[in-house]
């Protein structure tokens, strides 16, 4: 039997730098470098995030290799995120990876973002993994997505949304309630003690399978000027509460399209990824529903939720059983659709 590749996998898209080593499907180190320069801010800024890649990718990449127990020459490819992302962001990763696999005379790989998230479904942490074909409900900072995934190199977008991501709600409705970006976790942690139905807000009307999550915040928005100019202390004196209503209203929005794809598609197999995935309330809301409805569910551990290498050294591992590699003069696209 030919021996298991080992992947280096770097993911730059947006703030965070990271890299893992697999071999196989097994990760041997995931390590990652978040960049807190942006709480400053309230919101990724990307000329800062790109220069805070390039400090950081050199040390982020030496640990993943180091944490791995393996020497630099018993790397088979390196994957990189191609897309979506920041540009100057992503530049940063494909550039250290085209010299890396230039160096190294190993094999270059790209890996589109987002499929990276549903691939990170394939780690292996010894639990079930999803059998094909099934949704992907991928829900992160800058994309939210419904996916017919087919097998690891065929995968359909069928629904996504026309204005917000699902993240951006979470992290711009923070920044209404005052709280310091990135949002999402915050609401997460307030709403544990709220009541869901203390408030209610705007609701989309968007055709088949699409999503959007602008009206929301608008409706948020809407709702805290109006309380504040009653009271000042509006905010903070109802704070459980609102976070509980707006992550209830934001995880209805995404489980009723889910619910419509499930019974368009017919596939009970089901699965979540991306940043928001992490989200305790969406996590339980999706175990009732596949519970009642009898269908399987697959949740990544937490570490694999949010941006990650090892999810690129996956899809990167994938593609190298394809022979699916990437020339020198490759670039990365802010943009990349699949
Ligand atoms: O996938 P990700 O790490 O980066 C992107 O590719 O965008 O997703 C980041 C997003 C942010 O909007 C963040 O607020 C959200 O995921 N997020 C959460 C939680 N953890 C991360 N949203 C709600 N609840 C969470 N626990
Ligand atoms: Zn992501």
Known sequence: MNKEPIILGIESSCDDTAAAISKGTRILSNEVANQEIHQLYGGVV????????????????????KNANISKSEIDAIAFTKGPGLLGSLLVGSSFSKSFALGMDINLITVNHMQGHILSHFIDTGEETPNFPFLCLTVSGG??????????????VIGTTIDDAAGEAFDKSAKILNLSYPGGPLIDQYAKNGNIHAFEFGKPKVKELNFSFSGLKTSILYKIQAENKKNPHFIDENLEDLCASIQHSIVSILLNKLEKA??????????????????????????????????????????????????IAIAGYFKYLNNDFAKQSEIPSARLYF
């Open 143 to 156: 994309h939210t997505q419904i996916v017919r995934v087919e097998s690891p190199k065929d995968m359909e």
């Open 46 to 65: 990307p000329e800062l995030a790109s220069r805070a890649h390039q400090q950081n990718i050199i040390p982020v990449v030496d640990a993943a290799i």
């Open 262 to 311: 499930i019974k368009q598609t017919g596939i009970t197999e089901l699965a979540i990824a991306g940043g928001v995935s992490a989200n305790s309330y969406l996590r339980n809301e999706l175990q009732k529903l596949s519970k009642r409805k009898k269908y399987k569910l697959y949740i990544p551990r937490f570490e694999y939720c949010t941006d990650n290498a090892a999810m």
